[in-house]
C-alpha cells in the first residue's frame, strides 16, 4: 500500500512539473554535483523567489547514476533545493546563485551530526592549476510554503 501510494504521488507531481532542457547557446555556464547522501534535487529556474520548478535531467540525475555537469543560463539567477534524511537526520536547504558565461561551479553537498552542509565554488585557472574560489553570488535562502506548487518557494 505504501508502494503504492509512492507511485501515485511521483504520477501526480510529476504531471505537474518538466525536466530541466538545458540552454542550447554560447556562453553557458555549468555545475557539478558533488554530494554525499543527498535524496533530492530540485531547480528552480527563477532564482529570485524559487519558483518554475523542474526536475534534474537523466543525464545530470546522481539517484540514478549518472552525474553530467548541468549547463545553466549564464546571467539568470537560479536556485537548487538539496534534501538528504536518514535515521538519524534530516537537512533542507534552498540555495541560488547567479552564473556567469563561460564559468565551472562545483555544487558540494554534504551531511555529518545533524548539520547540513551546502556550498558552491567557481573553478578557477592559477598557475596551470584548477583552484576552487567562493562564488560572491551563492546565497542561502528562507523557505516558504507556496499557495500552488507553480508559486514561490522562497522569499525573493
Not at 540514478?64 to 539568470?76: E, F, Q, R
Not at 537526520?89 to 556567469?100: D, G, H, I
Amino acid at each position: 500500500m505504501k508502494k503504492l501510494f509512492l507511485f501515485l504521488m511521483a504520477v501526480i507531481l510529476s504531471s505537474c512539473t518538466s525536466v530541466y532542457v538545458p540552454p542550447n547557446m554560447e556562453g553557458n555556464a555549468t555545475v557539478e554535483i558533488q554530494q554525499e547522501n543527498l535524496k533530492l534535487m530540485q531547480i528552480y529556474l527563477n532564482g529570485d523567489d524559487c519558483s518554475n520548478k523542474v526536475f534534474m535531467p537523466e543525464e545530470s540525475n546522481f539517484l540514478i547514476g549518472k552525474n553530467k555537469p548541468l549547463v545553466l543560463t549564464a546571467n539568470k539567477e537560479i536556485a537548487f533545493h538539496v534534501e538528504s534524511n536518514d535515521f538519524y537526520s534530516y537537512c533542507s536547504q534552498k540555495v541560488s546563485f547567479l552564473p556567469k558565461p563561460d564559468q565551472q561551479y562545483i555544487l558540494k553537498f554534504k551531511t555529518a551530526s545533524n548539520k547540513c552542509y551546502v556550498n558552491l565554488v567557481r573553478k578557477e585557472i592559477d598557475d596551470g592549476k584548477v583552484v576552487e574560489v567562493s562564488e560572491p553570488t551563492f546565497r542561502k535562502r528562507v523557505p516558504r510554503i507556496p499557495v500552488m506548487e507553480s508559486g514561490s518557494f522562497c522569499k525573493a
